[in-house]
């Protein structure tokens, strides 16, 4: 029989909170993320808003949508924001070379977007154009939109619409600088950084989060070249991007969303679990030049990233996301709440319809993918206090390789409730832990859980709830111990109270 797996529930810092942007997604112009996703095309019945709809909103709205990060993405170093804003008929196209090379008319321009924002009640996190844009053309975006001077700027901000300023404090330089954004040197880049940072100013009320674009993987190198050149007070934030692809290759097949056997189960599991070195990795090196960790390491594109949906258009990046997908997405988050002293933000790619989704389309109808589940389950860590947990795993072993079976978080609330999630990676066995709370004073526990019958279950839009929350009956107050039964291939999250 299966040893019990024993935990402690540990006090920790009071003062380390879980930051709620680690919760935080992103919305591309990529494929039908923001037209046909966020967007409604011009025949939908969808409800909406504008052109927004708004089922879509209703549905992030339940998860709290810290954070939103547009336009891009590879999209953002080609984008021009001034073609983007006045009257939608008079927006210039461009091509988006990028992704499918569609036609972009614009009508999803900045006022569209932080509308957007405003229903979902999120902080936009804008990127700047570094790549193919100019250090005039970024400091006028940040002016038309924060400033609230007589400035042909601004007057063209009010006669567009919005007299008071936006105040939009979150803004990325850049993304993916050593890529899509423009094929540059740490070295180079972190002085192209230092100029454009320069012109990113605050106006009154609005101090800038002046965010680095930070390396891709483990390179090491861009982390530290990053740090060593670029002075810590005109930086609040790094990140980093890192994906989780079910082969591990960026050539050739990444791996299927949709009817894979364990083989592909436990190599995207293992390669998801890689997060917690990469993740230490670079903090260890932002460490050495920023004890105090004032600067945030923003994990700004993570997820899992598959070959496309057969017979979709390989340039949309359109995927099925499985239970595989949401233990995924439970396993990252407790590494990210797990480094939540440097973690301070991350974005899921992406929100709709494009890659890791928390929700697909098809036409008016929508549906909610696994991953979804686990946002919703987790969002009780947002700004919650970080409770540091000891315990060891049993292995899940596959062929002559073994990962941790078992991964999980915690944190206690405002109102001094306990959370924990945890994720069983095991698709044939449960678990059973049993857990210490000492300090904890608690009565009940309650909890939900995420599983379904197979690894690769999914939802449709014809069945829908196929992957689905459900009430957790698993978890019992022994004495002053939490024992626990976990399901195989399962997310849980339990409250104490
Ligand atoms: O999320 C899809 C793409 O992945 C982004 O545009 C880019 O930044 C990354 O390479």
Redesign the pocket.
């Known amino acids: 029989t299966a040893q019990t797996v024993q935990m402690t529930v540990q006090a920790g810092d009071p003062k380390l909170q879980i930051s709620k942007h680690i919760y935080g997604h992103?919305a591309?112009h990529?494929g039908r993320c923001i037209y046909g996703g966020f967007w409604a095309d011009k025949d939908s019945k969808a409800p909406q808003q504008g052109r927004i709809r708004m089922d879509i909103v209703e549905a992030l709205k339940k998860i709290k949508v810290p954070n939103l990060r547009w336009p891009?993405?590879?999209?953002?170093d080609t984008y021009h924001w001034h073609d983007g804003v006045g009257p939608t008929a008079q927006r210039p196209k461009m091509l988006n070379l990028?992704?499918g090379n569609t036609l972009e008319d614009n009508s999803f321009g900045t006022h569209e977007f932080l509308e957007l924002c405003n229903l979902l009640g999120t902080e936009p996190y804008l990127a700047a154009n570094v790549g193919s844009g100019t250090v005039q053309e970024m400091s006028n975006w940040m002016e038309y939109l924060n400033s609230n001077e007589d400035t042909p700027m601004v007057l063209e901000r009010r006669a567009n619409g919005h007299p008071e300023p936006y105040k939009v404090s979150w803004w990325g330089i850049g993304?993916?600088s050593w890529?899509?954004?423009g094929n540059m040197t740490a070295e180079y880049y972190t002085d192209v950084y230092k100029r454009y940072a320069t012109f990113a100013h605050n106006y009154p009320g609005t101090p800038l989060k002046r965010i680095v674009s930070g390396a891709n993987g483990d390179d090491a190198h861009w982390t530290e070249t990053c740090m060593k050149n670029i002075p810590l007070n005109q930086m609040w934030g790094l990140t980093l991007?890192q994906?989780t692809l079910p082969t591990g290759s960026w050539s050739g097949s990444k791996g299927k969303a949709t009817g894979f056997g364990e083989d592909q189960y436990f190599s995207t599991l293992r390669n998801c679990l890689k997060m917690d070195a990469v993740v230490s990795k670079h903090a260890a090196i932002m460490d050495k030049y920023d004890k105090d960790k004032k600067v945030a390491l923003l994990v700004d594109?993570w997820?899992v990233?598959t070959d496309v949906e057969p017979g979709t258009n390989p340039g949309f990046?359109y995927q099925q996301n499985s239970l595989r997908d949401a233990l995924v997405a439970g396993t990252t988050l407790n590494i990210f709440n797990n480094h939540c002293d440097r973690v301070r933000g991350a974005n899921l790619?992406?929100a709709v319809n494009?890659?890791q989704a928390v929700i697909l389309t098809e036409k008016d109808k929508m549906l909610l993918t696994p991953t979804y589940h686990v946002f919703d389950l987790y969002q009780v860590h947002q700004d919650a206090q970080y409770l540091p947990l000891q315990f060891s795993s049993p292995d899940y072993a596959f062929g002559n390789e073994k990962i941790p079976a078992l991964n999980a978080s915690a944190s206690k609330d405002a109102k001094g409730a306990v959370h924990i999630s945890l994720v069983n990676l095991d698709p044939t066995k449960a678990l059973t832990l049993e857990t210490a709370l000492p300090g904890v004073t608690w009565k009940t526990v309650t909890g939900r859980v995420l599983t379904s019958a197979k690894i690769n279950d999914y939802n449709t839009f014809e069945k829908p709830n196929t992957v689905a929350l459900a009430a957790f009956n698993g978890a019992k107050k022994r004495g002053d111990k939490l024992a626990v039964t976990l399901p195989p291939k399962s997310v849980v999250v339990l409250e104490l109270k």
Do not use: P
């Open positions: 992103f591309e990529l891009g993405g590879c999209f953002a990028w992704w993304n993916e890529g899509c954004g991007h994906y594109e997820g990233w990046l790619a992406q494009v890659l």
